[in-house]
């Protein structure tokens, strides 16, 4: 096929040999099938900023760092320097993340490399060698449902201890092996200490999974691993090989504004009445 533009860098610097096929093309990248000497990798082409919506992934940044004052300046102004900035932090965002989660133990392509603005890393296959299907087009004995839960939650819970959310995670960012399920693509990955949006995210992933795997294994949709792995992580409880058991007693109160509100109003009355009455007994003394 013809060579795409932005993987020409990479087969003129030897990175890759030679383009096989496009494997799929979404919002954010573009992904080709790659020759690298006798190995078959993957190249994820991130696309142009013009084609995408910053607005978008404003609640996806939040936490992020930026290098270097200036840059926080430009980010923070939404200059062009700043938004060119901001593209590259994106970018950035998935390579650094995949290669921290790979040496946590969680199951992620392996990063071969991030050259000229394109990542190289690890092709998932099949048994057969074909790229491997997502979890979104394959369809599932309730073991093998309740199996791959499990599984998909431990790699959440280690992505949580390394400090990261998915953040858009669902059946159709995870490929899946012959060993099972792999998550993919990490561009808005999460800041779980340093986004307020963090605990609705980490949840809205497990949820996620849960509504699509507990079609096959009802008793799935009884679980809520989400809120027992979050509020083990804010007590600084949570390890990689905590055990979890899905159940979790929610908070049932809810705050009755209004009392709060004539509570308030009742102390400041009360504070007055008693002001009051020191200037009162202070004016009889005179």
């Given at each position: 096929?013809?060579?795409?533009?932005?993987?020409?860098?990479?087969?003129?610097?030897?990175?890759?040999?030679?383009?096989?096929?496009?494997?799929?093309?979404?919002?954010?990248?573009?992904?080709?099938?790659?020759?690298?000497?006798?190995?078959?990798?993957?190249?994820?082409?991130?696309?142009?900023?013009?084609?995408?919506?910053?607005?978008?992934?404003?609640?996806?940044?939040?936490?992020?760092?930026?290098?270097?004052?200036?840059?926080?300046?430009?980010?923070?102004?939404?200059?062009?320097?700043?938004?060119?900035?901001?593209?590259?932090?994106?970018?950035?965002?998935?390579?650094?993340?995949?290669?921290?989660?790979?040496?946590?133990?969680?199951?992620?392509?392996?990063?071969?490399?991030?050259?000229?603005?394109?990542?190289?890393?690890?092709?998932?296959?099949?048994?057969?060698?074909?790229?491997?299907?997502?979890?979104?087009?394959?369809?599932?004995?309730?073991?093998?449902?309740?199996?791959?839960?499990?599984?998909?939650?431990?790699?959440?819970?280690?992505?949580?201890?390394?400090?990261?959310?998915?953040?858009?995670?669902?059946?159709?960012?995870?490929?899946?092996?012959?060993?099972?399920?792999?998550?993919?693509?990490?561009?808005?990955?999460?800041?779980?200490?340093?986004?307020?949006?963090?605990?609705?995210?980490?949840?809205?992933?497990?949820?996620?999974?849960?509504?699509?795997?507990?079609?096959?294994?009802?008793?799935?949709?009884?679980?809520?691993?989400?809120?027992?792995?979050?509020?083990?992580?804010?007590?600084?409880?949570?390890?990689?090989?905590?055990p979890l058991t899905g159940t979790f007693v929610h908070d049932e109160t809810t705050i009755d504004l209004d009392s709060v509100r004539h509570a308030i109003n009742d102390a400041r009355e009360e504070a007055l009445i008693r002001q009051q009455g020191r200037e009162a007994a202070e004016e009889n003394d005179d």
């Amino acid at each position: 096929m013809k060579t795409p533009q932005g993987l020409q860098a990479l087969i003129d610097d030897g990175v890759i040999d030679e383009v096989l096929r496009p494997l799929k093309s979404g919002k954010e990248a573009a992904v080709y099938v790659v020759r690298s000497g006798d190995d078959v990798r993957c190249a994820k082409v991130y696309k142009d900023m013009a084609q995408r919506s910053f607005q978008q992934r404003v609640q996806y940044q939040e936490g992020r760092k930026v290098r270097g004052s200036r840059e926080a300046r430009a980010v923070g102004k939404a200059s062009k320097y700043g938004r060119k900035q901001q593209e590259t932090a994106w970018k950035n965002t998935e390579v650094d993340a995949l290669y921290q989660l790979r040496d946590a133990g969680v199951r992620v392509p392996e990063p071969h490399g991030y050259y000229h603005g394109v990542l190289v890393m690890e092709l998932v296959t099949d048994a057969e060698g074909f790229s491997a299907p997502r979890l979104g087009e394959v369809e599932l004995a309730p073991d093998q449902a309740r199996d791959y839960h499990q599984v998909l939650v431990r790699q959440v819970v280690r992505m949580l201890c390394c400090g990261l959310i998915h953040g858009d995670l669902s059946p159709y960012n995870v490929l899946v092996d012959p060993e099972g399920p792999v998550v993919i693509d990490f561009p808005q990955v999460v800041s779980a200490a340093g986004n307020n949006a963090a605990r609705s995210m980490l949840l809205r992933d497990v949820n996620n999974l849960t509504a699509y795997l507990g079609r096959f294994a009802p008793e799935l949709l009884d679980t809520w691993y989400g809120e027992e792995m979050w509020a083990l992580f804010e007590a600084g409880d949570l390890l990689p090989d905590s055990p979890l058991t899905g159940t979790f007693v929610h908070d049932e109160t809810t705050i009755d504004l209004d009392s709060v509100r004539h509570a308030i109003n009742d102390a400041r009355e009360e504070a007055l009445i008693r002001q009051q009455g020191r200037e009162a007994a202070e004016e009889n003394d005179d």
